[in-house]
């Protein structure tokens, strides 16, 4: 079998960089085409050099000479600007897109892959939580598959694997409720961004570590899994549970319940997502069901954490909601990691960017984009 032609966005980040190990563990499977990165040009090279794509796309910084030389001697293209990661998407003749890119800009060149009718593996939450509508429907149209990263959205992916829809009561995403799950709402007031990223278990880029931080993040993957899944808001609910070893489960009319489970290690649902309906072997760290303390459960605390109602009211509400919710909580996450507002003041901006949202509610994806720009000015101008 002739290797697949791999596009990674965000081959630099956290995401990135684990799948490029699972490319590199099977070299007879995949084959690098093309990868981007935004400022880390001296990181992509080396990358580079091992992979050697026959593209890279650098996206929020100027190369310089030496650095463009580089990749000429090792004859890559290099495309630069915002625009390059929707044209990868559309142009390239790949087999299998990774989307792992931070944040909004992941949107549009999923919306182009899919509408190749391109394998999409998925890391990009943002994508389906500011246009899950539109990228799940140009998906079904064009019969692209669309593959979760995202290590619940795998969980519930493979329990359901062989289930009819009829048959599922609920979706129960896990989450380990972050770093402040037991703070006191004193100690809450006073959270530095040094504490804030630091997770308990898992090791991500600092977007997605703050999103778990404030909960923001399993309220993206609520929505997420909505439009994954087809499955409404009520029927989604999130269990917390600190240990991260159950990645999420579906519970059936039955009342049986099946559960995926692991060591938190995202390298096992890159690998899954990118080698479906395939599990290749692998050498990753195996469970140790003799060395596991125990595996604790509790409901999540929604006074604490305003980010979950406020996901839930916003896929309730659909149209360009969700992608006001995203783009406020970007700018304010981006904020607070500039130390320039407080933790707690995260959810209220995004609170008031909500609350003062005139929503389209049969947006297309200029209207979605025209409401996150309009999410992100309301952020810098209210925070
Ligand atoms: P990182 O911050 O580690 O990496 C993000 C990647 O995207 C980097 O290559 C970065 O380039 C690039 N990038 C950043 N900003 C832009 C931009 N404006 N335009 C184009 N490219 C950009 O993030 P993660 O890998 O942690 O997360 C990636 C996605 O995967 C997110 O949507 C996250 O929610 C999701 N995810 C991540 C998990 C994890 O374990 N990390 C788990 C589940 C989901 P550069 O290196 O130059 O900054
Ligand atoms: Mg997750």
Redesign the pocket.
């Known amino acids: 079998m002739k290797p697949e032609a791999v596009v990674i ?8 960089v684990n799948a490029l190990e699972v490319v590199a563990q099977h070299p007879e499977r995949f084959r690098v085409l093309a990868l ?5 040009v001296d ?1 992509l090279l080396r990358i580079a050099e091992i992979h050697k794509p026959a593209l890279v796309a650098i ?2 910084c100027t190369p310089d000479q030496e650095q463009m030389q580089a990749f000429a001697q090792l004859g890559i293209e290099v495309l630069q600007g ?1 625009e390059a ?1 929707v044209r990868m998407a559309q142009e390239l003749p790949y087999d299998l897109f990774v989307n ?4 909004a ?2 949107f549009l060149p999923t919306l182009a892959a899919v509408k190749r009718g391109k394998r999409v593996a998925l ?4 994508a389906l939580v500011i246009g899950g509508s539109l990228v799940t429907a140009v998906a079904r149209a064009a019969h692209a598959d669309i593959l979760p ?3 619940e959205h795998s969980a519930i992916f493979q329990c359901l694997f062989g289930e009819s829809p009829d048959a599922v009561e609920e979706l129960i995403l896990t989450g380990s409720g972050g770093p402040f799950r037991t703070f006191s709402p004193e100690e809450m007031r006073q959270v530095t961004v040094e504490q804030a990223l630091r997770h308990p278990n ?1 090791s ?5 570590t703050i ?1 778990s931080a404030t909960m923001m ?1 399993k309220g993206l993957e609520i929505i997420e899994a909505h439009w994954l899944f087809a499955m409404p808001a009520e029927k989604i609910r999130v269990v917390i549970h600190p240990q991260s070893i159950i990645h999420s489960m579906v519970a059936f009319k039955d009342g049986s319940v099946k559960a995926q489970l692991g060591v938190p290690d ?1 390298r096992v649902p890159i690998q899954l997502a990118m080698t479906w309906p395939q599990r290749l072997s692998s050498q990753f760290p195996r469970l140790d069901f003799t060395a596991m303390n125990n595996l604790t459960f509790s409901p999540p605390d929604d006074k604490k954490f305003p980010a979950l109602g406020m996901a839930y009211a916003a896929l309730q509400s659909g149209g360009t909601v969700p992608a006001v919710l995203n783009a406020a909580n970007e700018a304010a996450v981006h904020l607070f990691l500039q130390g320039r507002i407080q933790y707690l003041r995260i959810a209220a901006v995004i609170a008031a960017a909500l609350q003062k949202h005139v929503p389209d509610l049969h947006p297309d994806a200029e209207a979605l984009l025209d409401a996150d720009r309009w999410a992100r000015q309301f952020v810098q101008q209210n925070h």
């Open positions: 966005l965000g081959a630099t980040g956290s995401i990135g981007s990165t935004h400022q880390q990181h996206t929020g915002s990661l792992a890119v931070v944040g800009v992941g890391a990009n939450k943002e990263i995202d290590s898992w991500m880029g600092k977007k997605i999103d993040n995202m």
